[in-house]
T-cell receptor
Framework: KNQVEQSPQSLIILEGKNCTLQ??????????LRWYKQDTGRGPVSLTI?????NTKSNGRYTATLDADTKQSSLHITASQLSDSASYIC??????????????FGKGTKLSVKP | GAVVSQHPSWVICKSGTSVKIECRSL??????MFWYRQFPKQSLMLMAT?????????EQGVEKDKFLINHASLTLSTLTVTSAHPEDSSFYIC???????????????FGPGTRLLVL
């Protein structure tokens, strides 16, 4: 079982609508949880980063929430735009120790925003 | 934010040739860089961790003699795919760790990726 599970696997919404992507994790505690946006054929770009003690973090139209009790995070996108079409990846960094490269990646949610 | 570049952005080569991919941190010195591989519709898979001035640490299942990593300076790491075969076709992404982040939380930045197609 993956330590970071994302849902839905894919999502299609109309331009201007809101949407929420989910991330369930088993890594606990963790150093931080990040949401990345990855455009097709590009590297991931960080949207938000939250420590274990934070509940919410916003970046423009992107708002991430974290519930450490239920081990869930969500990424809410407001007033979607065509340029929001991408894969959104939830990434958890285990507690300090070991290689910093051992980020635990979710498989991502592929979002398509249609006009 | 910090910028990590990769070159080339895409490459097509014949089977049996070697391909070198460069990863540069443009506005910070990266003591550690990471190389990932991503197949279509899959997550990024860590291949190796590259520390400046020392040998790279490879993940289980990654052939160190096939994927040569050199981290000769604090701003440059290279990945050489030796004797490439069609199954090596993938999207290769590097990331660099900023040991002195301006944002105290964000320490790792990804490059834009290099798409390799081996014919």
């Amino acid at each position: 079982k993956n330590q970071v599970e994302q849902s839905p696997q894919s999502l299609i919404i109309l331009e201007g609508k809101n949407c929420t992507l989910q991330c369930n994790y088993t890594v606990s505690p963790f150093s931080n949880l990040r949401w990345y946006k990855q455009d097709t054929g590009r590297g991931p770009v960080s949207l938000t980063i939250m420590t274990f003690s934070e509940n919410t973090k916003s970046n423009g139209r992107y708002t991430a929430t974290l519930d450490a009790d239920t081990k869930q995070s969500s990424l809410h996108i407001t007033a979607s735009q065509l340029s929001d079409s991408a894969s959104y990846i939830c990434v958890v960094t285990p507690p300090y120790g070991g290689s910093q490269g051992n980020l635990i990646f979710g498989k991502g949610t592929k979002l398509s925003v249609k006009p | 934010g910090a910028v990590v570049s990769q070159h080339p952005s895409w490459v097509i080569c014949k089977s049996g040739t070697s391909v070198k991919i460069e990863c540069r941190s443009l506005d910070f010195q990266a003591t550690t860089m990471f190389w990932y591989r991503q197949f279509p519709k899959q997550s990024l898979m860590l291949m190796a961790t590259s520390n400046e001035g020392s040998k790279a640490t490879y993940e289980q299942g990654v052939e160190k003699d096939k994927f040569l990593i050199n981290h000769a300076s604090l701003t440059l790491s290279t990945l050489t795919v030796t004797s490439a075969h069609p199954e090596d076709s993938s999207f290769y992404i590097c990331s660099a760790r900023d040991p002195l982040p301006k944002n105290h939380q964000e320490t790792q930045y990804f490059g834009p990726g290099t798409r390799l197609l081996v014919l």
